[in-house]
């Protein structure tokens, strides 16, 4: 429950305050001084802010005669600012012996100094089961980068780094404890929490371990195909290798209830409507598609192509990121669909790439493959186009 006269002080994720229930906001934090006197100032609620080290976060480099007097008028104009936000009427900064302090008179609960609190008492604590209840605790608390918005500020941007350590440690020693206790439930929850506040760190491993411990095998294939998929489209990389050997024993560990054989082959069959072009497929079922090939490729007989289609720019540069991308890549990957045989396999490597298995087919018939998508993707006076990489796949035993 909180306190009504607390200020409550959120800075993972986007900078608040709250009193008495209320949110403090509106035009007084697009004040740059305001804001990050407040934030600096109530981080450090118990040891205060020298003065010299204040003038040095707020004024910089700036060229002021009277740095002095300059931080007396910030401080000045916040203590007003703060009175007409709904605040007690106190004295709220005070300046002692060279040092800036928040008053008492107002207690201030600030997240980052919950989650601190909380790291501690989890690393001091001796009891197993207070210790995973602590460091769970302490992973809720987290709840985005801190001050993320302000990472151009060096105090801000050291803080972050520190409090992102802290929260993969707790996160990992958590998951140790819940992993010994076959705790599934909750470590598929931290798993899920920990990818969507750190994203593209690898916490679907997690998830992913919970799923298969709990025999969900087919989430866990899904949730492995889909993190493969994201972190291709999103940041151009594959998940770690940690994540790789989960799924490697996803093979192992799946088991059916007891089927016949037809009842098999019907499951294994695609839905109506999903057959129509090349067959679309997320990167490990891509992946596993060429290993096949490959070996299939021993006995001969078989002429494969892999097929590199790449968006580029008016000056023939791969397209990274812009508002296009996106509709540009959707609108490829249909050209793409439509292009290539029924039994070609495409996959979408990353924004605005795609790779294509170009089955039984030669490389003059590759070339003509390019033709046509070109002529289902540019449209009229066009600029961005498609660049192409072409290679014989080989038998590599």
């Known amino acids: 429950m909180e306190q009504f006269e607390t200020l409550y002080v959120q800075m993972f994720g986007n900078f608040q305050m709250r009193y008495a229930g209320r949110p403090l906001t509106g035009e007084k934090l697009r004040d740059t001084y305001f804001t990050s006197l407040m934030q600096i100032l109530l981080h450090n609620v118990s040891d205060g802010v020298s003065r010299n080290y204040l003038e040095d976060v707020l004024l910089g480099d700036r060229d002021i005669e009277n740095r002095h007097q300059a931080l007396q008028t910030i401080v000045y104009k916040a203590k ?79 803080e972050a780094r ?52 709990s025999g969900r095998y087919s989430e866990a294939s899904k949730l492995y195909a889909d993190t493969v998929d ?48 090349g067959y ?8 596993g598609i060429y290993q096949m090939i490959n070996r299939m490729m021993e006995r001969g007989g ?26 540009l890549s959707v609108r490829l990957g249909e050209a793409i669909r439509v292009s290539v045989r029924h039994g070609d396999i495409i996959n979408q490597y990353g924004s605005g790439q795609f790779l294509v298995l170009l089955i039984n087919t030669t490389r ?17 006076r066009q600029r961005t186009g498609v660049e192409y990489h072409v290679n014989s796949v080989i038998c590599e035993a």
Request: proline share 3%.
């Open 80 to 158: 007003k600012k703060l009175k007409k936000m709904g605040l007690p009427d106190e004295n709220y900064i005070a300046l002692k012996k060279g040092v800036y302090y928040w008053t008492p008179a107002i207690p201030v609960s600030e997240d980052a100094a919950v989650f601190d609190g909380l790291y501690r008492q989890a690393k001091e604590s001796e009891s197993e089961e207070e210790q995973m209840e602590l460091y769970l605790e302490a992973c809720y608390k987290y709840r985005g980068e801190f001050l993320s918005t302000y990472t151009s500020v060096l105090w801000a941007s050291a």
């Open 162 to 213: 520190r409090y992102l350590k802290q929260f993969c440690e707790c996160a990992e020693n958590a998951a140790a404890i819940l992993r010994k206790r076959e705790d599934w439930d909750r470590l598929e929850k931290l798993g899920r929490y920990a990818s969507e506040t750190v994203p593209f760190s690898d916490w679907e491993g997690f998830t992913m371990e919970a799923l298969m411990e």
């Open 230 to 277: 994201n972190y291709l489209k999103e940041r151009g990389v594959l998940p770690s290798a940690k994540i790789m050997e989960t799924m490697e024993k996803l093979g192992n560990q799946m088991q059916h209830s007891y089927e016949v054989l037809d009842q098999i082959q019907q499951h294994l069959m695609e839905e109506p409507g999903e057959g129509e072009g």
């Open 280 to 287: 679309q497929c997320s990167y490990p079922v891509f992946r």
């Open 302 to 327: 078989q002429s494969v192509y892999l097929m590199l289609c790449t968006l580029v720019d008016s000056k023939g540069n791969p397209m990274k990121e812009g508002e296009r991308l996106e509709e």
């Open 364 to 380: 003059e018939d590759c070339d003509i493959i390019e033709d046509r998508i070109n002529r289902k993707f540019i449209i009229g």
